[in-house]
């Protein structure tokens, strides 16, 4: 099942292309790594997915719909900075995303946030940037979702934090469902990834499974990586 496709897509601003006739099929069941440098279009693509913005030309399909109200039923989201209501503790948090969400599991939260010891009594404004992080993957892998959609989830934070993290996609993720995995950090991520995306400049230049990448190249994705883009 695919559950993720772009055709031709492409995205402008004013005089500057960030995305140029981007063409990807992602099927159900995959962790995928969009990997690229800085600038290389990687959240322009995830914002297009979620309808928060629009394409100049091309087509974008989330299970078969056009970003908008049905697909937002679909795609769960992080975005690459926490966007909890600041004066929510914890448990209202997962009061809102339960309201919110028909596919929120309040049970995973709430083991998931009792794993980790949060706070649930103390407002997001009084956490620690690592906490509020943490707390906002804890909500987005909590709903059932078919695309999670994670943009840059491990940027800035300590390496058991990545450790959880990444085992915390691994183990909540959907068998039926798709992980997209914005990322710079390819070593951190590798492990857990079933295909790699590589983005530059708006175009795609690679989408293999990494197995195919460590065979072909005899060296592994991020080796690979550091070879493809040492020039940008």
Known sequence: MTTFECRGLTKRFGGNTALDNVNITAEAGKVIGLLGPNGSGKTTLIKLSNGLLAPTSGELLVCGCRPGKESKKLVSYLPDRPCLP??????????????????????????????????????????????????????????????????????????????????????????????IISTHLISEVESILDDAIFIANGKVLLHKSVDDIRAEHGKSVDAYFREVFRCY
């Open 86 to 179: 600041e004066w929510m503790t914890a448990s209202q948090v997962m009061d809102f995303y339960g309201d919110f969400y028909a596919d929120f599991d309040r049970a995973r939260a709430e083991e998931m946030t009792e794993q980790l010891a949060l706070p649930k009594t103390i407002r997001v404004s009084q956490m620690s940037k690592g906490t509020k992080e943490k707390l906002q993957l804890i909500m987005v892998m909590s709903r059932r979702a078919k695309l999670y959609l994670l943009d840059e989830p491990i940027g800035g934070v300590d390496p058991a934090t990545r450790d959880y993290i990444l085992n915390t996609i691994i183990r909540n993720y959907e068998s039926d469902a798709t992980v």
